[in-house]
């Protein structure tokens, strides 16, 4: 006889997909794990039998001790007290695993002599005969309690926790009726959830949690049914026993740092990856390395994945810095993406980056007032500049006008400069790896590393930034205006003209800043300079570029000292001169901004930097305005920020688009990947510079979010 219609079945109320182990290659057994209708009125029919509706071939129910001759009980009993219970085998083995997430559902009708009452769970054995049983699970007794177990055995057991029943409407409970129980069991978290009572209103929450021995896989090996009466006289019923697994989702993992920054003489910092909960089999979070800093030179690890044992929410790799006597002017960076995860998901877009940080000297510059001398760049000592510090020189004096010059033959033209500028005060660069023919790749990484070092260690006037060079040391000299549009004050060129095959060929990438002064001096013998004066300085004034000229008596060759003299002082004269309190003001900015980057505000401060750079060309705040840009954008978090609309106009594209192509050949990546995000964010970039970006992202590539070029030549984010 059946005892109970009208129960919706299990496999129709549960939505079976265990998509979390499925997507990590793991065979879960998904869907019913077991259905039993107890057909027969005796407990030894059940022993040895395999149940009504299974996936896990090859098992059957187990009996500990003497669950027959129990005519009055219609299906499977266990006695939990002393010796009688029934059992079927869950455990993991072979192709099959146990899911971690399993919902559990009966019928049963208590009866009115059953004191731990009739209910469903697991054990970790089925026991021998008899033996005292540990049940895991719920029971309902003869009151309509809903009793919890946590696994202790006992005689009898006692509840870790119980809810009396509350029936709707104010019904009472009736042990004679046939109700259902449901409940889920999550392995992972060792939590019940979605307990119901057919029939009953109560608030079930504080069942949810089994202490002491707890749900874990072993103790849950097996699925057991409860049927303890007070007299030994079983007459608790059960039916329709269903057990399903639940879809179990992969936790998501999440990167952290601790110990950074680390001290560079051994100091020690460890990437930590976090599970949101734990998990029933290992997580492996597989890592990428980048950064200024060299593993096995700057720093070593203890891997390059990180394995989080089963059960565990978290574990990491140990970085530990490598002392060295070499100065470095920033502090070494390490920065940390997540490539892959198995058994687990990640938001791949993760970045973090751990800091060494510089404790030796900083050396002296090693060239002084009214002296000249060979640099190394600190950040990049492949690449070496001339210069000459004119007589009165001082890091705590009054900043000095500079001046970058450019030779066709490389070496920079400081010998050539250095009479009239040390009479007019002027710092002399000389970029010595630009020379004619070595392509412009080498000559932005000359442009890119020198200026960066001479900012770094130089104090001059940003004001009173100038570029020099004869013939093709001026083409690169307006070349350079492009590559610092914001800072370059005006070009001098000597016997130079535009770079351009004929005069009147001119195109958009031949642009010069607007205001930038420009003074010529050409020989009056110099025919091929003299060929493309009229229609460069036609072009120049069309960028608004003003040009004033000057004749000497000679051919193609470096200008006479009169003329140096007269062109570099019409442009010191002409240029937009600093306030009294520009240089002070633009400081105190400068520190605001590092200050609300510190609070949090990096968002507001890089708007605030760009407008500044596009606002106030040539100035103490656009000098600082650089200052805080190079350091926002040597940051991972750059790549992260909103740089929508960021900016407008060819100064700010050029600015950007240098700043990433000079970058990335100096291997400064972060910077590039930095930059190349900028220019998603700035309008008015031409279509023929969109060569350049191709080159750049074909040459270097771009970390998400990925870059892509329209056919305007602008760069969009996918």
């Given at each position: 006889m059946k005892k109970h219609t009208g129960v919706t079945s299990l496999k129709d109320i549960i939505r079976i997909a265990v998509l979390g182990w499925a997507l990590a290659g793991i065979p879960v057994q998904a869907g019913l794990v077991v259905s039993e209708g107890f057909g027969g009125s005796d407990g030894t029919g059940l022993d040895g039998r395999t149940p009504d509706g299974i996936n896990l071939p090859g098992r059957t129910w187990q009996r500990n001790g003497g669950a027959s001759g129990r005519s009055d009980i219609q299906g499977a009993m266990m006695n939990v007290r002393c010796m009688d219970g029934l059992a079927y085998p869950i455990a993991s083995s072979g192709t099959y695993i146990k899911s971690p997430v399993m919902t559990l559902q009966v019928d049963l009708r208590v009866g009115t002599l059953n004191r731990m009452g009739v209910g469903v769970g697991f054990t970790a054995s089925p026991g021998t005969a008899n033996s005292t049983l540990a049940f895991i699970g719920l029971t309902v007794d003869q009151n309509g309690t809903l009793k919890e177990w946590n696994g202790v055995p006992g005689d009898p057991q006692t509840p870790?926790?119980?809810?009396?029943?509350?029936?709707?409407g104010g019904a009472a409970f009736t042990a004679d009726s046939w109700?259902?129980?449901?409940?889920?069991?999550?392995?992972?978290?060792?939590?019940?959830?979605?307990?119901?009572?057919?029939?009953?209103?109560?608030?079930?929450?504080?069942?949810?949690?089994?202490?002491?021995?707890?749900?874990?896989?072993?103790?849950?090996?097996y699925l057991a049914v409860a049927a303890d009466s007070l007299t030994g006289v079983g007459n608790g019923n059960i039916d329709n026993l269903q057990?399903?697994?639940?879809?179990?989702?992969?936790?998501?993992?999440?990167?952290?740092?601790?110990?950074?920054?680390?001290?560079?003489?051994?100091?020690?910092?460890?990437?930590?990856?976090?599970?949101?909960?734990?998990?029933?089999d290992a997580v492996t979070v597989n890592l990428a390395f980048s950064g200024t800093a060299t593993v096995d030179s700057d720093y070593t690890r203890t891997g390059t994945s990180i394995v989080i044992p089963a059960g565990n929410l978290s574990n990491g790799v140990v970085l530990r810095a490598i002392p060295d006597t070499v100065y470095k002017r920033k502090d070494e960076t390490i920065v940390v993406d997540i490539v892959s995860v198995i058994h687990a998901t990640a938001n791949l877009a993760q970045r973090l980056m751990a800091t060494i940080t510089e404790d030796d000297p900083v050396p002296p510059f090693p060239v002084t007032a009214g002296q000249r001398g060979t640099v190394t760049c600190l950040d990049y000592p492949a690449i070496t500049y001339d210069i000459?510090?004119?007589?009165?020189?001082?890091?705590?004096?009054?900043?000095?006008?500079?001046?970058?010059?450019?030779?066709?033959?490389?070496?920079?033209?400081?010998?050539?400069?250095?009479?009239?500028?040390?009479?007019?005060?002027?710092?002399?660069?000389?970029?010595?790896?630009?020379?004619?023919?070595?392509?412009?790749?080498?000559?932005?990484?000359?442009?890119?590393?020198?200026?960066?070092?001479?900012?770094?260690?130089?104090?001059?006037?940003?004001?009173?930034?100038?570029?020099?060079?004869?013939?093709?040391?001026?083409?690169?000299?307006?070349?350079?205006?492009?590559?610092?549009?914001?800072?370059?004050?005006?070009?001098?060129?000597?016997?130079?003209?535009?770079?351009?095959?004929?005069?009147?060929?001119?195109?958009?990438?031949?642009?010069?800043?607007?205001?930038?002064?420009v003074a010529r001096s050409t020989g009056t013998t110099d025919t091929n300079a003299k060929a493309y004066l009229t229609a460069d300085k036609?072009?120049?004034?069309?960028?608004g570029a003003p040009v004033t000229d000057w004749d000497f008596t000679g051919g193609h060759v470096v200008s006479p000292d009169a003329q140096k003299t007269s062109a570099l002082t019409w442009i010191l004269n002409t240029r937009t001169l600093a306030g009294t309190n520009d240089r002070a003001t633009a400081e105190t900015q400068a520190a605001n901004w590092r200050g609300r980057i510190q609070a949090g505000t990096r968002q507001d401060v890089l708007r605030e930097a760009v407008d500044t750079l596009a606002s106030h060309p040539r100035s103490w705040f656009a000098y600082q305005a650089q200052a805080i840009l190079d350091e926002l954008m040597n940051d991972p978090k750059f790549l992260t920020q909103d740089v929508t609309d960021l900016g407008l106009g060819d100064m700010l594209n050029n600015f950007f688009y240098f700043t990433a192509r000079g970058a990335a050949l100096t291997g400064d990546m972060q910077t590039y990947q930095s930059a190349m995000r900028a220019l998603t964010g700035i309008s008015g970039v031409y279509g023929d510079r969109s060569g350049g970006y191709y080159a750049l992202l074909s040459q270097f590539g771009f970390a998400p979010p990925v870059g892509n070029l329209s056919v305007t030549g602008r760069i969009d984010t996918v």
């Open positions: 870790i926790g119980q809810v009396a029943w509350a029936g709707s109700h259902t129980l449901t409940y889920t069991v999550n392995l992972l978290t060792g939590m019940l959830s979605n307990i119901s009572l057919s029939g009953s209103t109560a608030d079930y929450t504080p069942l949810q949690v089994i202490v002491n021995a707890g749900l874990t896989d072993a103790a849950t090996g057990l399903a697994a639940e879809p179990t989702p992969l936790p998501d993992v999440t990167l952290s740092v601790a110990g950074s920054p680390m001290a560079e003489a051994g100091g020690v910092a460890a990437i930590i990856a976090t599970l949101s909960t734990p998990y029933t000459y510090l004119p007589a009165g020189y001082s890091a705590q004096g009054t900043p000095l006008p500079i001046l970058y010059t450019f030779n066709p033959s490389g070496g920079g033209m400081v010998g050539d400069f250095r009479n009239v500028c040390s009479t007019l005060k002027i710092i002399v660069v000389g970029v010595t790896g630009v020379a004619n023919g070595v392509g412009w790749d080498p000559i932005c990484r000359e442009m890119y590393a020198v200026t960066r070092d001479v900012r770094q260690r130089v104090v001059f006037d940003p004001t009173a930034e100038m570029a020099s060079g004869v013939s093709g040391g001026g083409w690169a000299s307006y070349y350079f205006s492009r590559f610092r549009p914001q800072h370059v004050a005006g070009v001098y060129a000597m016997g130079s003209w535009m770079g351009v095959l004929s005069p009147g060929s001119y195109s958009i990438l031949d642009w010069v800043p607007c205001n930038m002064l036609n072009f120049l004034l069309s960028c």
